[in-house]
């Protein structure tokens, strides 16, 4: 989870793989009347997110039936965004937060291509982003390293997790 630009794809393709399990990105359950709009520079409010979210926890419980599991990127911003999913979503959920500074992120932005969504909506992303608290089922990592680096981060703290 986190906001745009910080890796969500990138580090949950790389978690699946070296799990064996499905990606979903969540941007690819975006109803189409989202995407329009953040494709215009226009946020996304509340009654934009709801029905994508029910979209994205159907889609997780399929995968995951088939699966056993499986990774999702999805930003999550809001606690009760996360919490909806968390209610809505068959097994356990865990929250990686994909942490960064505004600059690093505005950068990783600038450099993607053909995404529809612009850096411009970077500040209403950081605006609307709620940290994860310590009653939440998440762990926070930091983006200013390598992919590589931070699935080994996210793993070492799913060792230390997993023994509490």
Request: contains cysteine; aromatic residues 6%.
């Amino acid at each position: 989870m986190g906001v745009c630009g910080c890796g969500k794809s990138s580090v949950g393709e790389a978690l699946a793989q070296r799990h064996d399990l499905p990606f979903l990105d969540a941007d690819d359950y975006h109803p189409k009347a989202n995407v329009d709009k953040m494709s215009k520079g226009i946020a996304l409010q509340d009654d934009d997110r709801w029905p994508w979210f029910e979209i994205l926890s159907r889609a997780i419980n399929e995968k995951s039936a088939q699966s056993g599991s499986c990774v999702c990127g999805c930003s999550a911003l809001k606690r009760s965004y996360r919490r909806y999913l968390s209610e809505h979503i068959d097994h356990p959920v865990l929250f990686v937060h994909l942490h960064g500074n505004k600059e690093l992120l505005f950068e990783r932005m600038s450099a993607r291509k053909d995404h529809y969504m612009p850096p411009s909506l970077l500040e209403s992303q950081l605006a609307t982003l709620e940290q994860p608290e310590s009653d939440e089922n998440a762990i926070v990592v930091s983006i200013d390293q390598t992919v590589s680096d931070i699935v080994e981060e996210t793993e070492r703290a799913l060792t230390l997790d997993a023994r509490d």
